[in-house]
Nanobody, 115 residues
């Protein structure tokens, strides 16, 4: 059983930065992509950023230019660097690692941005 463990969330003032990390309990092979999602209170879960096996990155319009997704070379860890945080970024952030027929999810880490 693979577990994804997120860390790095917390409380930060608007304009501040946080770096989220997500580590798989064991090395995963045949990963198609790794991503971060978030769910704000009263809203649907949304994709924040995704990085594919070929290195292509996709970002939600709301975070472009502020957030950066990256991974380690072993495809074991995915990061989300979040700069210029806004109160609207407040949410529970979930990491996701996707294989062809299996999706792994972390338990979520709370990010709260105060104005």
């Amino acid at each position: 059983q693979v577990q994804l463990v997120e860390s790095g969330g917390g409380l930060v003032q608007a304009g501040g930065s946080l770096r989220l990390s997500c580590v798989a309990s064991r090395r995963l092979f045949a990963i198609i992509n790794m991503a971060w999602y978030r769910r704000a209170p009263g809203k649907e879960r949304e994709l924040v950023a995704r990085i594919t096996s070929s290195g292509n990155m996709v970002y939600a319009d709301s975070v472009k230019g502020r957030f950066t997704i990256s991974k380690d070379n072993s495809w074991n860890t995915v990061y989300l660097q979040m700069n210029s945080l806004e109160p609207e970024d407040t949410a529970v952030y979930y990491c996701n690692m996707q294989k062809k027929e299996v999706a792994y999810w972390g338990q979520g880490t709370q990010v709260t941005v105060s104005s």
